[in-house]
């Protein structure tokens, strides 16, 4: 294939996605190539430079929208694409960025026990080894027999529990080292959407499959990202769910894909990130160095200003950056429990931010409703706030103590503190007057009323 010198020395990400036949690899990447591949006000797309692949996508693409009836024929090659990421600015003038090849093992390469003599197992191996990100796809109609309540009996959950996941967490866990970003996909979101939610499907694979459990567990162990991330490559009211499993396209619907890019935004800024722990650097790593120290204030920027700025190469990867980021801020912000445990790119902002302690806080508690919580300080100060506004409401000071622990009772009516003064004392909760205290060198029993 040729490449055109001005897409030479960029960097390159190598993406695999591994799924068991009919999981929707295929009509994943048409969809999220016709879907990236249109210029929109964002300013980046991606382009296919081989014509040859760019027209076979287009062509698979075509069977997908609501034109004719079928969906794309199932395929059990191994192919490899490469897309071009570019962003163009105001002036129309096209800057390449970076680019990702695109390796999709149709097919039940992983699942399947007997391999037709094609498929090189080693040379899937080979390549999962060398992937800078590993998509793992796992089938959504699979998923939601499972989240119905069908058992083993069923053949998608059967498929889904001892074969589908097994195998490609093995592979996983032999080939991926800690630099490799694993994602796993739920494709098909449109059928779960609504009815199920994401921690509770997370909550039934980590208890239905051990090997799920224990490459997450690792993963998180090392300090990997590992995130779930829900997608649809058609949208959610494109096609219905058929009794024999079969999908039905609903006339007159256009597809409206549904978070198809959110996996390739986490593997440029993933990778870029683990690149920078490798301690890599080349001139393009320095730059994404800078950029990704200061990710939380770039997802504030504005993305039509850093378009405008747009001038060579260099500030056109700010803007797929900032881009990149402003998705997957919205993302994680919509699924915040998809993430699995790793690393979060955006820490969740507080709500309030309760500052007029003066000292150290030593304890914090909530009332029995929730609505009010209570902070103790080195300070000798037992505050009370409100929750939904973040106001203070009330003070109780412990006068010849440092600092002191408060813990209230389940009528939410009477407080208790420790100190360090060697006293427990009990206020009422509500006036903040004491009512008794246990003196020091008194034995429990013995309270001394206020
Ligand atoms: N409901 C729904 N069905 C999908 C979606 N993606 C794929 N499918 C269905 O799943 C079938 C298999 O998808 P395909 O991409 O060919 O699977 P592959 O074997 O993993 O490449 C398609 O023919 C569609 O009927 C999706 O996002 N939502
Ligand atoms: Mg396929």
Redesign the pocket.
């Known amino acids: 294939m040729k490449i055109k010198s001005s897409e030479m020395n960029m960097k390159n990400y190598n993406i695999i ?1 591994l ?13 999220l190539f016709k879907q990236l591949s249109t210029q929109t006000s964002e300013g980046f797309f991606l382009e296919v430079p081989d014509n040859q692949q760019c027209k076979e996508l287009n062509e698979i693409y075509s069977k ?1 929208d609501g034109k004719n009836k ?7 090659d191994v192919t490899e694409r490469i897309f071009t990421c570019y962003v163009k600015n105001q002036a129309l003038e096209k800057f390449p960025v970076c680019q990702f090849t695109y390796i ?1 093992y ?2 039940g390469l992983i699942t399947e026990t007997k391999l037709p003599d094609q498929y090189d197992v080693v040379d899937l191996e080979k390549k999962v080894s060398n992937a800078d990100a590993v998509l793992v ?1 796992i ?3 699979k998923l939601l027999k499972l989240m119905q309540g069908k058992d083993l009996d069923n053949e998608a959950v059967r498929e889904l529990l001892l074969q589908d996941l097994p195998n490609m967490m093995q592979l996983i866990n032999n080939k991926c080292n800690r630099n490799t970003a694993v994602h796993f996909i739920i ?5 779960l959407k609504g009815n199920y939610k994401l921690s509770d499907i997370i909550e039934s694979l980590r208890e239905k499959v051990d090997e799920f459990k224990n490459v997450v567990h690792s993963r998180v162990q090392a300090g990997c990202p590992v995130r779930l991330i829900p ?5 959610m009211d ?4 058929q009794p024999d499993g ?2 039905k396209k609903k006339p007159g619907a256009i597809p409206k ?2 978070q198809l890019e959110i996996p390739i935004a986490y593997v440029l800024i993933d990778r870029v990130k683990s690149d920078l722990k490798a301690l890599k650097p080349s001139s393009e790593n320095i730059l994404l160095l800078d950029l990704v120290k200061k990710l939380k204030e770039l997802a504030h920027l504005d993305q039509e200003k850093s378009l405008q700025e747009v001038k060579d190469r260099e500030t056109a990867l700010k803007h797929l950056v900032i881009s990149f980021l402003k998705h997957l801020k919205d993302f994680e912000e919509t699924f915040p429990e998809a993430n699995l445990g790793g690393e979060v790119l955006f820490a969740p902002e507080p709500i309030h931010n309760l500052t007029k302690h003066e000292k150290v806080v030593c304890s914090v508690g909530f009332t029995s409703d929730g609505k009010t919580l209570f902070s103790s300080s080195d300070d000798r100060t037992i505050l009370f706030w409100d929750v939904a506004r973040g106001n203070l409401q009330k003070k109780i000071v412990q006068e010849k103590s440092s600092w002191v622990l408060a813990n209230i009772s389940q009528d939410n009516k009477l407080l208790f503190t420790a100190s360090a003064d060697k006293s427990i004392k009990v206020w009422d909760a509500n006036t903040g007057k004491l009512l008794y205290k246990l003196l020091k060198g008194l034995r429990v029993d013995r309270w001394v009323c206020c």
């Open positions: 996605t799924g068991p036949i009919g999981a929707g690899k295929t009509v994943f990447l048409a969809s997908i079928g969906w794309p024929s199932g395929t059990r999709d149709g097919g796809m089938d959504g109609l494709s098909k979101w449109d059928l997608v649809s490559s058609i949208g494109f096609a219905t769910l079969s999908m894909p549904f």
